[in-house]
């Protein structure tokens, strides 16, 4: 096995609300070698999106520690762990999260932008010509189909050179032929770029195309299938 | 790795790209604080143009490049010779006396005599009535003295050009009506309207007489010795010191109007606090508008900060957000608040005869544009704070760890450093200090009672209010459900209501004060000028005509204090509510008794017949205010004449009673051969009062008769005037408060909207929600009112009783009108927004939620 870009040990994750505690992530060891795909797959309130905003820093661990290209995020305040997002950590939303008043291009920039960097818009432009769309980089989001819309997203998420790239249901809001689109390719750039993909999905095609899925379950890893994911999804079922 | 922050640059880059949607959530924010910036601007601006008039014109204002002006004599020979030395010189002379007429029913009127002489005026010209020259006006025809007149006297003597007038010995023609004195200014406050005619007229009046109440101004146009104001500067350190004993009050072109310019600047300070009150009143619309907005932006945040926007980036954009769109707020209202005099000039040329010329004053807008800034920072850093702590993680799902309700310490610790720059802006550019710190303590303690009341209401409905009925549960739910808008409107109405209602409240009390209390204790008349040898038979003719009448008289000189405890006046640093004392002449007397109205309160007062050194006796708390007290010696020059005396004692007066009351009273010793004429008090019965006047007037041309109620009349019209200014710009605050007041409910509306649908689909009929909206408006509207009549009434209490020292009565009305308008206003505008609500069709609204 490669060396883990993400590294997890005995992860617990507790919020507290009015109606009192509520653990959602209890006791997750887990390693991703870089250039692996994994796909976490489970039903509703399993803690899917929890970890992958944990694998993000975008939420504290209340034990354990996590890992992510050799950075400990425990380490990190608020504003490193953001520094170190826009540096390392790309995200795809399955609501695609673009900022409406801004162009395709724009949106594709931001990153690069608030990274400081002086070329944002070419590296912005080049990146959207991957995705199939230089035709449309002054386009606002709300002139753009929801397939159009994802693969800005997944422009957006890769324009810094991100090496974990986390995507959440990212088919979650598309028809299922658009969605196949943006699997492959997210997929293809997958292939060609090599960095480690890390998504949630209900969906067992999409899951199917991992290295690895991981199946969660009342906040803990039930099981992890290598190359079998249909089978896994088929067990948790 | 990401830098620490982004550059201002890509802030603003990304700040704009934001603003792309539209600034419709931006429309109270920019009203709120251009209509504030404006208001504090153009007030600004206004006081400016006067102040610049005086000064730019104070050559024709004053008649001269320099003024010296005596009280009761005219310049001696010496000082005459030095006067016209130095350049062309004009002598006027001006004095109070009646006016009556054989061809007027009407009674006699006070009148304000200027006697001039040819070479008046030196600077400028006196424009009359059908074009008619001065000299023409004025000079003596078939042995007839011609006036030109105020055309207020015409009306109130009935009279006509043509028609004939008597002034004391003197009668003569009226030739015209005055249109233009160009140095009306330096005349300062009169009673009585003008009566301009030649010395040798005054002459014939007979009303100069030793004692009598006359001030001589000899004005000098120096020519080129004085083109510039050092060489003017230096001129005047010369006579000062070339005629030491002179005791005259030298004005020069540089301060032509002092009262005129303070009465300016007090206004304007005056009007500036309540524009800066709307101002503050409307940063609770700013700070609605902006957190409104930054709400619309979570997911926004959220995403940036996903792609690595650490959270002072996120504080940056938005930052440069508000200040962009407050620059553009404030850009214009700079331009309209300097527009607003120059559209107002004829309006102003009325209210301060100073000829304004319109000009840019970037003073007074700079100060609006700081006090713009710092407002918008103070009432946005709290939403601003807490939107760089908006986490990443709400993307994902809607619950996170609740985020905290307050920014980090040192937003606030900004927040605070925000309003202790508007004070100490307020208190570095505002003369009236003590006045700025009671403002800005009383608008603290106003904002902090606001808050806590409409947390106490919130609470309040939580805890105990139940109503029966399903609309009156609604209501008081509404009144205390998350995001209701109970903060923003008791904040926004309950501060502009309460300093209306402190207005008001000084105004009724004022005008009760006026209207009734004060004829109950205060004299008939005054009487002044009365010479020794014609106070028997004054008295006489008082008796004869009311005998019943009561009657005070005292003896009566003008003096100017020069000295205090061997100090020069001029260098006496006095506190600012007596420095009035040191500024001109003042009244003197003398007595053997303590006078009426008067309490020792401190060292002992004279023997009856002491004829020792000089002594006086002074009031309390004015000799407080100088730094002088019991030993200490202080000089008067009465005439001319050098007087030294020391302070045996200090009284405390009963100003209010409006009996005869002197600052200074000295041992009769001291001045009773100085010359010097009587003034005497009258009371009496009312309807008496025109039939002495006539006798007095007929009698003693020379004596001249002030009513107290014609002046009681004359200064409260002119402080309801000032109320009214002032009150006036309060308005402004009402109608921010409107403002704000409006975008608070309409920021409701989709919360409403989704509501009333809910609401419908559980089977409430409309008549319901409207009911339950009204309730819960209503109660918006009373419970802010009555905040606001209980802190107005204790504000306009604390101004009545401690500053005017006036008896204070509460007044129904204001409190009925306040909470009546309050509920009117609340409801009609929470009304316009539930109106909408209620057409909406549920099922299309349930189903796009």
């Known amino acids: 096995?490669?060396?883990?870009?993400?590294?997890?040990?005995?992860?617990?994750?507790?919020?507290?609300?009015?109606?009192?505690?509520?653990?959602?992530?209890?006791?997750?060891?887990?390693?991703?070698?870089?250039?692996?795909?994994?796909?976490?797959?489970?039903?509703?309130?399993?803690?899917?999106?929890?970890?992958?905003?944990?694998?993000?820093?975008?939420?504290?661990?209340?034990?354990?520690?996590?890992?992510?290209?050799?950075?400990?995020?425990?380490?990190?305040?608020?504003?490193?762990?953001?520094?170190?997002?826009?540096?390392a950590i790309g995200i795809v939303f399955q609501s695609f999260h673009l900022i409406p008043t801004m162009t395709a291009l724009e949106n594709v920039a931001l990153p690069l932008e608030l990274a400081g960097a002086r070329d944002a818009q070419e590296k912005a432009a080049l990146e959207l010509d991957q995705v199939g769309l230089s035709h449309r980089l002054d386009h606002y989001p709300g002139q753009l189909s929801g397939g159009e819309q994802q693969r800005v997203a997944i422009a957006r998420a890769l324009v810094t050179g991100a090496r974990l790239v986390l995507a959440d249901e990212p088919t979650g809001?598309?028809?299922?032929?658009?969605?196949?689109?943006?699997?492959?390719?997210?997929?293809?750039?997958?292939?060609?770029?090599?960095?480690?993909?890390?998504?949630?999905?209900?969906?067992?095609?999409?899951?199917?195309?991992?290295?690895?899925?991981?199946?969660l379950a009342d906040g803990r890893i039930a099981s992890i299938a290598s190359g079998q994911p249909s089978a896994a999804i088929a067990t948790a079922s | 790795m990401n830098p620490q922050t982004i550059s201002w640059t890509t802030a603003l880059k990304l700040a704009w790209r934001d603003l792309r949607g539209g600034l419709?959530?931006?429309?109270?924010?920019?009203?709120?604080?251009?209509?504030?910036?404006m208001t504090i601007a153009a007030l600004g601006s206004v006081a400016a143009t006067l102040e610049a008039g005086i000064s730019r014109e104070g050559r024709t204002i004053l008649g001269g490049d320099v003024e010296f002006g005596l009280v009761q004599r005219r310049a001696t020979p010496e000082e005459r010779r030095f006067v016209t030395e130095a350049g062309r010189m004009s002598e006027v002379a001006t004095l109070r006396a009646m006016a009556s007429s054989a061809q007027s029913s009407r009674p006699p009127a006070l009148v304000e005599i200027k006697a001039v002489d040819d070479a008046y005026p030196l600077v400028a010209q006196v424009k009359l009535a059908g074009a008619v020259a001065l000299e023409q006006a004025l000079n003596e025809q078939d042995g007839i003295h011609g006036v030109a007149i105020d055309p207020a006297l015409l009306a109130r003597l009935d009279l006509q050009p043509g028609d004939r007038i008597s002034l004391g010995s003197l009668t003569a023609e009226i030739r015209t009506t005055i249109e233009v004195e160009p140095d009306r200014l330096t005349s300062g406050f009169m009673v009585g309207p003008r009566v301009l005619m030649t010395r040798a007229a005054l002459d014939a009046t007979e009303l100069v007489q030793p004692?009598?109440?006359?001030?001589?101004?000899?004005?000098?146009?120096?020519?080129?010795?004085?083109?510039?104001?050092?060489?003017?500067?230096?001129?005047?350190?010369?006579?000062?010191?070339?005629?030491?004993?002179?005791?005259?009050?030298?004005?020069s072109r540089m301060n032509a109007a002092p009262n005129a310019s303070r009465f300016i600047e007090r206004l304007?300070?005056?009007?500036?606090?309540?524009?800066?009150?709307a101002l503050?009143?409307?940063?609770?619309?700013?700070?609605?508008?902006?957190?409104?907005?930054?709400?619309?932006?979570?997911a926004t945040i959220a995403t940036l900060k996903c792609l690595g926007a650490t959270g002072p980036a996120i504080f940056r954009i938005y930052l440069s957000q508000v200040l962009m769109l407050a620059g553009l707020a404030i850009v214009a209202a700079l331009a309209a608040g300097a527009a607003l005099p120059a559209a107002g000039m004829s309006i102003l040329s009325d209210l301060v005869p100073v000829p304004v010329r319109a000009g840019l004053h970037p003073a007074p807008l700079a100060i609006a544009a700081v006090f713009g800034v710092l407002v918008t920072l103070a009432f946005t850093l709290w939403p601003l704070g807490r939107a760089r702590n908006v986490p990443g993680a709400t993307l994902f799902r809607d619950i996170v760890a609740p985020q905290s309700r307050r920014p980090a310490m040192r937003f606030l610790l900004a927040i605070a450093v925000c309003l202790a720059a508007i004070v100490a802006l307020a208190l570095a550019w505002y003369e009236n200090r003590l006045i700025t710190v009671y403002y800005a303590a009383g608008t603290a303690a106003s904002f902090a009672l606001l808050w806590g009341l409409s947390r106490g209401l919130m609470s309040f409905m939580r805890r105990t209010a139940n109503g029966k009925r399903p609309e009156t549960r609604l209501a008081f739910r509404n009144m205390h459900r998350p995001g209701t808008p109970a903060p923003s409107v008791v904040l926004s109405l309950g501060l502009g209501l309460a300093l209306i209602v402190t207005l008001a409240m000084i105004d009724t009390?004022?005008?009760?004060?006026?209207?009734?209390s004060l004829p109950d204790r205060a004299p008939s008349f005054f009487f002044l000028d009365i010479q020794p040898d014609q106070l028997d038979d004054f008295l006489t003719t008082v008796a004869e005509s009311d005998n019943n009448a009561e009657i005070e008289t005292v003896p009566m000189l003008r003096g100017r204090l020069t000295e205090l405890a061997g100090r020069a006046a001029g260098e006496i640093n006095a506190r600012e509510d007596v420095r009035w004392v040191l500024r001109g002449d003042r009244g003197l007397t003398y007595a053997a008794e303590l006078p009426e109205g008067s309490r020792l309160v401190a060292g002992e007062w004279w023997p009856h017949d002491y004829t020792g050194a000089p002594l006086v006796s002074m009031v309390d708390e004015i000799a407080e205010g100088l730094g002088v007290g019991i030993g200490d010696e202080i000089a008067v020059n009465v005439l001319g004449r050098p007087f030294t005396a020391t302070i045996a004692n200090l009284r405390a007066v009963e100003w209010e009673s409006l009996g005869i009351n002197f600052v200074m009273v000295f041992t009769p010793a001291t001045l009773q051969n100085a010359p010097h004429t009587h003034l005497a008090t009258i009371t009496m019965e009312a309807e008496r009062e025109t039939a002495l006047l006539r006798e007095v007037s007929g009698r003693f041309p020379n004596i001249t008769a002030i009513r107290m109620k014609e002046a009681l009349d004359t200064i409260g019209d002119l402080l309801r005037k000032l109320l009214y200014a002032i009150r006036g710009v309060s308005l402004i605050s009402l109608v921010m408060s409107v403002v704000v007041l409006a975008g608070a409910l309409a920021s409701g509306y989709r919360a409403r909207l989704y509501d009333a649908a809910?609401?419908?689909?559980?089977?409430?009929?409309?008549?319901?929600?409207?009911?339950?909206?009204?309730?819960?408006?209503?109660?918006?509207?009373?419970?802010?009112?009555?905040?606001?009549?209980?802190?107005?009434?204790?504000?306009?209490?604390?101004?009545?009783?401690?500053?005017?020292?006036?008896?204070?009565?509460?007044?129904?009305?204001?409190?009925?009108?306040?909470v009546g308008a309050a509920t009117v206003i609340t409801v009609i505008f929470g009304l316009l927004t539930s109106w909408r609500t209620l057409g909406a069709k549920p099922a299309r609204l349930l189903r796009s939620n």
């Not at chain 1, 993400?6 to 109606?19: D, I, Q």
């Not at chain 1, 292939?191 to 899951?207: C, E, F, I, K, S």
């Not at chain 2, 503050?280 to 979570?298: P, Q, S």
Request: proline share 2%.
């Open chain 1, 1 to 87: 096995m490669k060396d883990p870009l993400v590294s997890l040990r005995g992860v617990a994750l507790t919020l507290h609300s009015n109606a009192g505690p509520v653990e959602i992530l209890r006791g997750i060891d887990l390693d991703v070698p870089a250039g692996e795909t994994l796909g976490l797959v489970g039903p509703s309130g399993s803690g899917k999106s929890t970890l992958l905003m944990v694998m993000a820093g975008l939420e504290a661990v209340t034990a354990g520690t996590v890992e992510v290209d050799g950075t400990a995020l425990k380490d990190l305040n608020e504003d490193a762990l953001a520094r170190f997002r826009g540096d």
């Open chain 1, 173 to 215: 809001n598309l028809d299922q032929e658009t969605g196949t689109k943006i699997v492959d390719l997210l997929f293809s750039l997958h292939a060609a770029r090599g960095m480690t993909l890390v998504l949630v999905t209900h969906d067992r095609d999409l899951a199917g195309r991992c290295s690895r899925v991981a199946h």
């Open chain 2, 24 to 37: 419709g959530g931006f429309r109270v924010f920019l009203a709120c604080l251009a209509l504030g910036v």
């Open chain 2, 211 to 251: 004692g009598s109440l006359v001030r001589w101004r000899y004005r000098v146009d120096l020519g080129d010795a004085a083109s510039s104001d050092d060489a003017l500067r230096a001129f005047i350190d010369g006579t000062e010191a070339e005629l030491p004993e002179s005791g005259w009050r030298i004005r």
């Open chain 2, 268 to 277: 304007g300070f005056f009007m500036t606090l309540a524009g800066l009150t």
């Open chain 2, 280 to 298: 503050i009143v409307g940063g609770v619309g700013v700070a609605n508008a902006v957190r409104n907005h930054l709400d619309t932006r979570i």
């Open chain 2, 509 to 516: 009390n004022l005008s009760r004060e006026m209207r009734t």
């Open chain 2, 758 to 818: 809910v609401l419908k689909s559980l089977g409430a009929t409309r008549r319901t929600i409207l009911t339950a909206h009204l309730i819960e408006y209503a109660g918006y509207g009373i419970v802010t009112a009555l905040f606001a009549v209980l802190t107005g009434s204790i504000a306009a209490f604390a101004v009545i009783t401690y500053v005017m020292d006036l008896p204070w009565q509460f007044s129904l009305i204001v409190p009925l009108a306040t």
